[in-house]
Every structure is written in structure tokens, then in C-alpha cells.
């Protein structure tokens, strides 16, 4: 399939690195709930960064224990997430950890271009569900240069962590860019010229996934550090 080499299988993911992924998503989320929420008291209607703690809160509840496979640990998120967020974000959030489910269904372990596929899936369901396109000033302008820088990345024989760092640097500056737009999707869209100057509160929440993302990339033997936790916000 992919035309890029997954070295040795030093970079697989198990179920183990997925639940420690969704635990930093949540912690992150934790950590920038004011931030998320206070961006959409500027263009929405308040509540994005509470929707979002109690979802990955539920999430962080109902992760299964032991030997589940990567699959179970994002289905477990999904209906955690599609149960407890609520509002827009939560069924599109919702959908795209079930599609990534689907996508590893049955893997034990996920090589770079399993993840790859994964986001992909994660993208579509999103794009699927909400309508949204690139420059509607929604998560879409975050997640989808993420995943293309990913995909670059890879194919450019770039390791599954420098690759995930490529995404969360393309998703922070894809949530920079909503700044001056006019919102197409969601309730910012009722302001018209009004949400011009304000981030997207989506488009953060996206990018934060990808830092969670980055952040859990197991370390090679004799390498040090390499995550890109304190990038946060830049
Ligand atoms: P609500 O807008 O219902 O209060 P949230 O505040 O939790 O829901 O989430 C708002 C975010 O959802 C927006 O910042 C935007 O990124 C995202 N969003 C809204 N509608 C869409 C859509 N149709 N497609 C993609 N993302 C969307
Ligand atoms: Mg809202």
C-alpha cells in the first residue's frame, strides 16, 4: 500500500499508546477548557470548552482496561464523545473516532500508515457529517491540513512521530488561519462579518487533538524527550 517504510515495527501503536493518547487529549482539553470556551463566547454560544472536558472526561471512565485492541479504545471514545459532548462538535468528534475504529477494526497494534488511514477516516466522517469545506472557519480548516501534512510527511519517509509533529504544526496554523474568516458552518455563521478576528473554537480543539497525537509517539531506545507538549498554543 503505502510507498513509505515502517521501520521495524519500532514506531507500532498499541491499544496501551491509544489510551494514553486519548488521556493527553483529555488533559490538554482540560487544561485549555477556559481558552475553548471563552472562543466560543466570542463567536457562539459558550459552551465548547465544557462540552468537551465532560466528553473526554466520560471518555477517560469508560476506557477499557487490559488487552483491548486500538479499535475498542476509540469506539469506547466515540460513544463516550457522541453521549456526553453535546452541541456540533460532539457527533462530528463522535463520528470521527468511530471512523477511525472502524478503519483499525481488529489490528493489534497500528503501523505509521495504519494511523495514517485512521485519521484519514476520522477526516471523512467529519467532512461527511458536517459539510463543511476547507475555509468555513470550522475544525475542518484545522483537521484536514493536518492530515494532509501527515500523509506528506510519511510519504516523504519521515518517522510516525516527526509526522504527527508535521500535523500538529499544520493544524495550529490551519486554527491561526480561521482568525480573519467568515464563518459557512455552525452557529458562528448567524454572525456573518461579525465573526471576522476571532479563532475558531473547533479548529483549537482539532489542533489540540494532534499535539495529544504527537505527544504519544512511543520514544526509540537512546532517544530522549521529542514531544511537543510544551508547543502548546504556539
Ligand atoms: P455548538 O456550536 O453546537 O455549541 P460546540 O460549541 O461544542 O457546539 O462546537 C462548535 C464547533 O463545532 C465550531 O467551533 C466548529 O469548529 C465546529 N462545527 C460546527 N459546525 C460544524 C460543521 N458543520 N462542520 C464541521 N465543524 C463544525
Ligand atoms: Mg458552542
Known amino acids: 500500500m503505502g510507498g513509505w517504510t515502517v521501520t521495524g515495527g519500532r514506531d507500532a501503536i498499541d491499544a496501551a499508546a491509544v489510551r494514553a493518547f486519548i488521556q493527553r487529549y483529555a488533559a490538554l482539553i482540560e487544561a485549555r477548557r477556559e481558552e475553548l470556551t471563552a472562543l466560543d463566547a466570542a463567536i457562539g454560544d459558550a459552551d465548547h470548552g465544557t462540552n468537551m472536558d465532560r466528553g473526554l472526561k466520560k471518555a477517560l471512565e469508560r476506557l477499557p482496561e487490559g488487552e ?27 463520528t470521527a473516532f468511530l471512523r477511525a475504529a472502524r478503519a483499525v477494526e481488529g489490528l493489534p497494534a497500528l503501523s505509521p500508515e495504519d494511523v495514517l488511514r485512521a485519521f484519514q477516516a476520522a477526516l471523512a466522517g467529519i467532512e461527511e457529517r458536517g459539510k463543511a469545506a476547507p475555509g468555513d472557519k470550522t475544525m475542518v480548516d484545522a483537521f484536514r491540513p493536518a492530515v494532509e501534512a501527515l500523509e506528506t510527511a510519511l510519504r516523504s519517509d519521515r518517522s510516525l512521530e516527526e509526522a504527527l509533529q508535521a500535523a500538529h504544526r499544520a493544524a495550529l496554523a490551519g486554527s491561526e488561519a480561521t482568525i480573519p474568516l467568515v464563518a459557512k458552518k455552525g452557529r458562528a455563521s448567524y454572525l456573518g462579518e461579525r465573526a471576522r478576528g476571532h479563532r475558531d473554537p473547533g ?9 495529544a497525537a504527537a505527544g504519544e509517539v512511543p520514544k526509540k531506545p537512546g532517544e530522549d524527550g521529542g514531544q511537543i507538549g510544551g508547543a502548546a498554543g504556539r
Open 68 to 94: 483491548a485492541l486500538p479499535a475498542n479504545v476509540l469506539k469506547s471514545t466515540a460513544m463516550a464523545l457522541l453521549s456526553h459532548v453535546g452541541g456540533a462538535a460532539g457527533p462530528l468528534y463522535g
Open 203 to 211: 479548529s483549537l480543539s482539532a489542533a489540540l487533538l494532534f499535539q
